[in-house]
T-cell receptor, first 115, second 109 residues
């Protein structure tokens, strides 16, 4: 079956541009996570959705970052007025349930380079 | 001090060796995950633990909640095990995950 997909896989943006990154979770998965992974580092939590509700956005680094999941399936992470420090791989993961004992399935990531 | 620390950061082993990767955390957790990331590749979940021990093939993961410590063991290591292994914890009462910086494993033939 299909796993988690993300698009685009690679994005180059000029500083100041807005970008939108898409995540298609596994069908029926309730939980959706966004993470940011800088080169050589572990992922860092950005935000969490349970169905369409954004229950935790404590990891979003600034108000330039915005995420949504309006129908409880596809999610979009938007970054406004991109800065060079936004360059990273953005990972999406989904899991079947709400509780922590459900396995997370990761997408391949979107590599964002801000020039 | 990072809330999740892994050791070693880098590890080179000969094929067939027994490997141990450690993870210590300083926060209350509801679950701990071990993940594998291949260079340029995606992340795969290996184990999810809230207590005790789990085994899958040549991989064994243990957790000691009182000591806030987990280990990932690889028996009879193989070059295809070469990857970055990452420990991640879900903090108690939240949906937030905190990740270690990973252990880069290289297994030589």
């Amino acid at each position: 079956g299909a796993g988690v997909s993300q698009s685009p896989r690679y994005k180059v943006a000029k500083r100041g541009q807005d970008v939108a990154l898409r995540c298609d979770p596994i069908s029926g998965h309730v939980s959706l996570f966004w993470y940011q992974q800088a080169l050589g580092q572990g992922p860092e939590f950005l935000t969490y959705f349970q169905n369409e509700a954004q229950l935790d956005k404590s990891g979003l680094p600034s108000d330039r970052f915005f995420a949504e999941r309006p129908e409880g399936s596809v999610s979009t992470l938007k970054i406004q007025r991109t800065q060079q420090e936004d360059s990273a791989v953005y990972l999406c993961a989904s899991s079947l349930g709400r509780r922590s004992n459900y396995e997370q399935y990761f997408g391949p990531g979107t590599r964002l380079t801000v020039t | 001090k990072n809330e999740v620390e892994q050791s070693p950061q880098n590890l080179t082993a000969q094929e067939g060796e027994f490997i141990t990767i450690n993870c210590s955390y300083s926060v209350g957790i509801s679950a701990l995950h071990w993940l594998q990331q291949h260079p340029g590749g995606g992340i795969v979940s290996l184990f999810m633990l809230s207590s005790g021990k789990k085994k899958h093939g040549r991989l064994i993961a243990t957790i000691n909640i009182q000591e806030k410590h987990s280990s990932l063991h690889i028996t009879a290591s193989h070059p295809r095990d070469s990857a970055v292994y990452i420990c991640a914890v879900r903090t108690s009462g939240t949906y937030k995950y905190i990740f270690g910086t990973g252990t880069r494993l290289k297994v030589l033939a």
